[in-house]
T-cell receptor, first 111, second 116 residues
Framework: DAKTTQPPSMDCAEGRAANLPCNHSTISGNEYVYWYRQIHSQGPQYIIHGLKNNETNEMASLIITEDRKSSTLILPHATLRDTAVYYCIVRVVGTGNQFYFGTGTSLTVIP | DGGITQSPKYLFRKEGQNVTLSCEQNLNHDAMYWYRQDPGQGLRLIYYSQIVNDFQKGDIAEGYSVSREKKESFPLTVTSAQKNPTAFYLC???????????????FGPGTRLTVT
């Protein structure tokens, strides 16, 4: 699976949009981009995933660049409960094996 | 209420003892996984199972063992051979069709194991 690069930490004001970037320049055509988050001492929570089109669900939006070398997770109106570590993962479709979690981005939402 | 349960949340053991961590899911998922997380680090895969009675080693399987006798259950045993067993252990499950569709993994709340 391709490697991802994320900033180690970010801050965001409560109520504003949080934009979390991820670089995956070696991504191949059959790899999806996944986003998870982990609140301290809890299990990771699935947020969203996509292949090449932008995706939106009730939690977030995922914007993938046309060349697929990078993506951005957008939390449209950040709340204090969104403070967590956010992981960007790329994964070959249909392998059924593990997700490679790196160290992610620690997002702090500030009141 | 569907989900994954892990018990206990905190576990303390003396060095040299084997300990088994429980993971149960009622999501009817075929695949189950065990990860280990150390402070400030990402997750590392220990073992995974795509079907009952079958499992595969992950990146750090040494010192661990698993069984998959039932679809709902995937217990992990931390043996005395594991050099640094103190960690946060996470169990996950996902659908698995073996085809060209990929599915997200759902995680349990984790078990924090401390060995002294």
């Amino acid at each position: 699976d391709a490697k991802t690069t994320q900033p180690p930490s970010m801050d965001c004001a409560e109520g504003r949009a949080a934009n979390l970037p991820c670089n995956h320049s070696t991504i191949s055509g059959n790899e999806y981009v996944y986003w998870y988050r982990q609140i301290h001492s809890q299990g990771p929570q699935y947020i969203i995933h996509g292949l090449k089109n932008n995706e939106t669900n009730e939690m977030a939006s995922l914007i993938i660049t046309e060349d697929r070398k990078s993506s951005t997770l957008i939390l449209p109106h950040a709340t204090l409960r969104d403070t967590a570590v956010y992981y960007c993962i790329v994964r070959v479709v249909g392998t059924g094996n593990q997700f490679y979690f790196g160290t992610g981005t620690s997002l702090t939402v500030i009141p | 209420d569907g989900g994954i349960t892990q018990s206990p949340k905190y576990l303390f053991r003396k060095e040299g003892q084997n300990v088994t961590l429980s993971c149960e899911q009622n999501l009817n998922h075929d695949a189950m996984y065990w990860y280990r997380q150390d402070p400030g680090q990402g997750l590392r895969l220990i073992y995974y199972s795509q079907i009952v009675n079958d499992f595969q080693k992950g990146d750090i399987a040494e010192g661990y063992s698993v069984s998959r006798e039932k679809k709902e259950s995937f217990p992990l045993t931390v043996t005395s051979a594991q050099k640094n067993p103190t960690a946060f252990y996470l169990c996950a499950s996902s659908k698995w069709t073996g085809g060209n569709k990929d599915y997200e993994q759902y995680f349990g709340p984790g078990t924090r194991l401390t060995v002294t």
